[in-house]
């Protein structure tokens, strides 16, 4: 058993443009993703170009579907001076499928009829949360999953890095087709367990002169951005966020984030997102008294009187986690124990003596504060963690050792 003690231880917005009256001759066109899902309503995203007029309706699977002007003359009118409108469907059947239509107009003719079926989800379901409106903008996003990491404290606050997207990945984390990926540098107040890091809500703005200050969004180019994603899954390109806003609430393990940003180019984005996030704790701090069960030893090595002292050297690598290539591959912890004992005698067996061996004050008995340090395993990284004071207490047993150890992290 090898117990760990640890105490105290990321709008003004872009005015909108009205489009212009298309050009002559010019054919409009519309384009239908979808939206949200309830049990018992539906929403589309609706792209008009070179309209005058655009409208959507809905019709059950399997019916008779309206033509063209009968959408525009009866169906729901579609703001044509907006790049894109959201157009929701309520009263709808449950688990049933239906098929929402769009088409548009200008003086040079009409679109062909865009389609796309979609299902009401179970009546008996939880119904997915509609959450808030997507602003207006150049892009708009509506995030499908949130990730991000708590680096602690930062300047006069708490530093946040989160990315929101709506892009889909495989298994082995690549993406699957076309999206967008939001990425923010915030800074807010402390987290209550930075192993299980919580974004504080609020609104986050950018702000040149407080960019390290609670509720801000750092203008650093790496860390404030928009990727585009496209249709193979590539980074088409990066833009850098210039001005805008987020707001974060947190209520019962789930965000609801709406946010709007200027981009480097000139164009805007927004988007919402409403689920879950993980935060992976990347401050190097605990924050609460941990205890780690001891239970494997990837190195242990006599390495003799290494400094010419007058000492033995042992180095040792023990806790509940796996080393592979030096790095913590598994969940879980490692500490690295550079410890020093008396000169042996003799060529008896070699053992490693009892004793308390106190970190940082070289000599016999003693934990050398150049080598040794902890770590803990992250997805696809480690965090190392050192400590300010400390000591492991060693004791032979009929199997061999017994380690107990208390630091006190930085």
């Known amino acids: 058993m090898f117990p760990l003690v640890c105490l105290g231880l990321l709008l003004s917005c872009k005015d909108e443009m009205i489009p212009l009256p298309p050009e002559p001759d010019v054919q409009p066109s519309v384009a239908v993703e979808a939206g949200r899902v309830t049990s018992t309503s539906l929403s589309v995203y609706v792209t008009p170009s070179d309209a005058l007029s655009c409208a959507a309706t809905i019709v059950r699977a399997g019916a008779t579907e309206p033509s063209a002007a009968e959408i525009l ?8 001076t907006k790049p894109q409108s959201e157009v929701k469907f309520s009263d709808l059947e449950s688990a049933t499928e239906y098929v929402i239509l769009a088409a548009a107009s200008n003086d040079a003719g009409t679109s062909p009829v865009e389609r796309i079926s979609m299902k009401t989800g179970e009546a008996d379901d939880p119904e997915i949360p509609e959450g808030p409106e997507i602003p207006d903008a150049d892009f708009r996003m509506k995030g499908t999953s949130a990730y991000g990491l708590y680096y602690g404290e930062w300047g006069v606050a708490h530093n946040y890095g989160i990315t929101v997207t709506d892009v889909v990945f495989d298994d082995y984390g690549y993406a699957t087709g076309a999206g967008l990926a939001i990425t923010l540098d915030l800074y807010g107040s ?8 919580v974004l504080p809500a609020g609104t986050y ?3 040149p002169e407080g960019m390290d200050e609670e509720g801000s ?5 790496e860390f404030s951005r928009c990727t585009f994603i496209d249709d193979e899954g590539r980074e088409s390109g990066t833009e850098l966020i210039t001005d805008g806003y987020v707001t974060v609430d947190y209520v019962a393990g789930r965000y609801t984030m709406v946010g709007k940003f200027m981009l480097a180019d000139g164009q805007s984005v927004a988007f919402v997102y409403v ?3 993980d935060l992976t704790n990347m401050s190097g701090v605990l924050g609460c008294d941990y205890h780690v069960d001891a239970d494997r030893i990837t190195t242990a090595v006599y390495l003799g009187d290494s400094d010419g002292e007058g000492l033995d050297n042992f180095y040792l690598q023990i806790g509940d986690g796996y080393l592979e290539d030096g790095w913590v591959s598994e969940e879980g912890f490692v500490f690295t124990l550079d410890m020093f004992a008396p000169r042996r005698s003799g060529s008896g067996e070699l053992r490693l003596p009892e004793g308390d061996y106190v970190w940082g004050e070289y000599g016999e008995f003693s934990i ?4 040794s340090y902890g770590a803990y395993h992250l997805p696809s990284m480690q965090m190392e963690i050192y400590w300010e004071s400390g000591v492991v207490h060693v004791t032979h047993t009929a199997g061999g050792y ?3 150890g208390s630091f006190v992290l930085v």
């Open 73 to 80: 003359a009866h169906g729901k009118s579609v703001d044509v």
């Open 190 to 197: 402390a987290t209550e367990s930075p192993m299980n890091a």
């Open 205 to 207: 703005t950018v702000d």
């Open 217 to 221: 969004v750092s203008l650093t180019s």
């Open 275 to 277: 689920g879950e996030m």
């Open 368 to 371: 050398g504060d150049y080598y």
């Open 402 to 404: 017994r380690l107990e």
